[in-house]
């Protein structure tokens, strides 16, 4: 099956004050059609710049593409052109990480959506006159009951202020649905809700895809939230992508230092979580080589001079590591 | 707090306010070191004469009383006469008004108009050469006088080029008063000659009093755009692909919108201000030339009425802002 999302040695940095941080360093990620992604790494890692470069919202003026493409249903996503812009919002929607911020807090609920429908919404059968209000709303209605949300016709009449923060997510979750995407770009949709609210967030983002065949790339901090929803995991570790591997090889086999010692600062039960000592590299001065050498146990001369390729297995595990742990060299780890 | 509980709520203070005012307007009138008796008596009477005119005023009487029936009086719309025109001063502020109102009206509209658009694209070209411009300009237009700006309109619109008028609000028969504005009772009057000789003459003072205004729209609007335009619901609808145009002219600029109308108060308060100069240089028959002729012949009865007039002007003025501010932004019915 061809990828629907297809990321190649993407690298791009940002114009800063002193000098050019270099924020994605050669990434490659693809997304089968129905798949479900997770991208994880700390704050800082690059996930959400990657985000936006899918999305088209990287900042204007100051963003320079290295080299790589993206491409989107056979669309370039960098190149800014009519076509992009035409998938955004149609082949590609988003759900953001602060559902409240993003609501445009002076308009009702059903403005924005009616908004989004009005321009991103399939026309139904009805020839080009078929766009009614009615149609829209009705089918906003329909949408609304589908992330269950309660009383769906009230909530349309409502002001973003007065929804909870899962209601609000729901409705970007509803939003995100509307328009029938392929895929979905989930920007660390749970981090700004409460821990309850979260585990009821992804497993309806998760049913909802999977039910309507939709991809999701779904960015994280929490291993646990890539747990709940990914089908397979992508380790970024700035900038550079470190593993990728199905969710059950990910926890039960990981090949990374990185990642090992990742799941290794995870609670569980008699074991004490072991932290990664020492902080992420800043992007203006990034470490030669792997960049991860600089915390690395494992780190030997090669790791300083020469950046490991990433190189897939014949279990379709990839890893990029000049001493990675070998296929259950050490038998399960978790 | 939905929006009527607000606006009940900002019409009782209404009241202490105004009542703030009275006192301030009060104490001023009293601590001038002018003898008001003497004053109102002449000045060649007699010390018997003046005695006469202190008891029959009560300013024999102590400040508490005289206060109570200060308030009483302006409850019956008794503002004292004219020491000057012998006239009721509610005659020459009702006759007036209209007048300063005509000329504050159209300047916040053309101050609007013209400093909505600029604002806002200053606030979408941050930087850019045009934003540049047109801050030199509106700090220059905050920073020129007004009465300077009047007369060199004077003498090139209407010495050199001849195109508009030099002072006045009409030549010829002016039309039946209904409304009190010129321009206004022209049009319901129908005649062709009379609204464009009332056009032509408000066309200047207007320009004069509303550039500065004008200059503090660009300003807010300007802070205002730049303030949301980076905020997350706009990257949010950049993502989801909306049209650019439907994104800064509905959302943003909306959101920029309350932070100007906020100032409108401020705004008013500057033309009014302003129409003080304006109405002198202009001659037009407002409450600022009213003010200025009155300071200049010692009219104390006057200029209080004046004060106490444009004091409650302007609280009024602020209390519908608080009510459009609260109709166009949900969250601040607080």
Not at chain 2, 44 to 56: D, H
Request: glycine share 10%; charged share 15%; net charge neutral.
């Amino acid at each position: 099956m061809s990828n629907l999302l297809d990321i190649q040695a993407l690298s791009l940095g940002f114009r800063t004050e002193k000098g050019i941080a270099k924020v994605l360093d050669r990434i490659d990620i693809s997304v089968k059609p129905g798949e479900i992604v997770g991208l994880v790494g700390e704050s800082g890692c690059g996930k959400s710049t990657l985000a936006r470069a899918i999305l088209g919202t990287l900042p204007e003026g100051q963003t320079e593409i290295n080299s790589g493409h993206i491409r989107l249903d056979g669309v370039d996503m960098l190149s800014g052109g009519k076509a992009a812009e035409h998938l955004r919002g149609r082949v590609v929607t988003f759900v953001p990480q602060d559902p409240f911020a993003s609501f445009n807090p002076l308009f009702r609920i059903g403005t924005q959506i009616q908004d989004l429908m009005r321009f991103k919404a399939p026309r139904d059968g009805a020839g080009s006159f078929g766009r009614s209000r009615k149609a829209d709303e009705a089918s906003a209605i329909a949408m609304l009951d589908a992330v269950q949300l309660p009383q769906p016709k009230a909530i349309l009449a409502k002001y973003p202020h007065q929804l909870s923060g899962g209601q609000r997510q729901r409705v970007m979750i509803a939003m995100a649905l509307l328009p029938q995407p392929r895929m979905i770009i989930a920007d660390e949709p749970t981090t700004a809700l409460d821990v309850t609210v979260q585990a009821q967030i992804l497993g309806l983002l998760r049913r909802l895809a999977v039910e309507r065949g939709v991809s999701v790339l779904f960015t994280t901090h929490d291993l646990g939230a890539a747990w709940e929803i990914c089908d397979r995991i992508v380790v970024m570790y700035a900038g550079q992508t470190a593993e990728i591997a199905p969710r059950e090889q990910f926890f039960g086999d990981p090949r990374h230092p990185y990642t090992r010692m990742l799941l290794d600062s995870l609670p569980s039960p008699g074991r004490d979580p072991v932290g990664i000592p020492g902080g992420v590299p800043s992007p203006l001065k990034a470490p030669d080589g792997c960049r991860f050498n600089p915390r690395c146990p494992r780190a030997t001369d090669i790791c300083h001079e020469s950046r490991p390729a990433l190189t897939t297995g014949s279990d379709g595990h990839a890893v990029a590591c000049h001493h990675p742990w070998l296929a259950k060299a050490e038998g399960a780890h978790v | 707090m939905n929006w009527l509980s607000m606006v009940a709520n900002r019409l009782l203070w209404f009241v202490p306010t105004l009542v703030g005012l009275l006192a301030i307007v009060f104490v001023l009138s009293r601590v001038i070191p002018v003898d008001p008796a003497v004053l109102a008596a002449g000045e060649n009477s007699s010390p018997e004469q003046v005695q006469q005119v202190r008891e029959r005023f009560g300013f024999d009487k102590p400040l508490p009383v005289q206060f109570v029936n200060y308030l009483r009086d302006i409850a019956q719309g008794n503002l004292g006469v004219s020491l000057f025109t012998q006239q009721p001063i509610i005659d020459d502020l009702k006759s007036r008004l209209p007048a300063t109102l005509e000329l504050t009206i159209f300047a916040v509209l053309i101050a609007g108009f013209i400093g909505i658009p600029l604002g806002v694209l200053c606030g979408l070209h941050r930087n850019s050469w045009i934003d540049h411009v047109l801050r030199v300009v509106t700090v220059s237009g905050l920073a020129v006088a007004s009465f300077w700006l009047a007369m060199q309109f004077q003498f090139l619109f209407s010495m050199k080029l001849g195109w508009l008028p030099l002072s006045g609000r009409i030549e010829g028969f002016p039309p039946e008063t209904v409304t009190g504005l010129m321009l206004v009772d022209a049009m319901i009057e129908g005649d062709r000659e009379m609204i464009g000789s009332a056009f032509r003459h408000i066309v200047l003072p207007t320009l004069t009093l509303a550039l500065p205004a004008a200059a503090t729209v660009v300003r807010f609007t300007r802070n205002g755009v730049i303030g949301v335009i980076g905020s997350p619901s706009v990257a949010y609808q950049t993502a989801m692909g909306l049209p650019r145009r439907l994104i800064v002219w509905k959302y943003v600029l909306r959101m920029a919108l309350t932070a100007t109308v906020t100032q409108l108060g401020l705004i008013f308060g500057i033309l009014l201000a302003g129409a003080v100069v304006v109405e002198t240089v202009f001659d037009w028959p407002g409450l600022g030339a009213y003010a200025v002729r009155s300071i200049l012949q010692s009219d104390y009865n006057a200029v209080m009425g004046f004060t106490l007039c444009t004091g409650a002007l302007f609280v009024l003025i602020n209390l519908l802002v608080d009510m459009l501010q609260a109709a166009i932004d949900p969250r601040g019915a607080a």
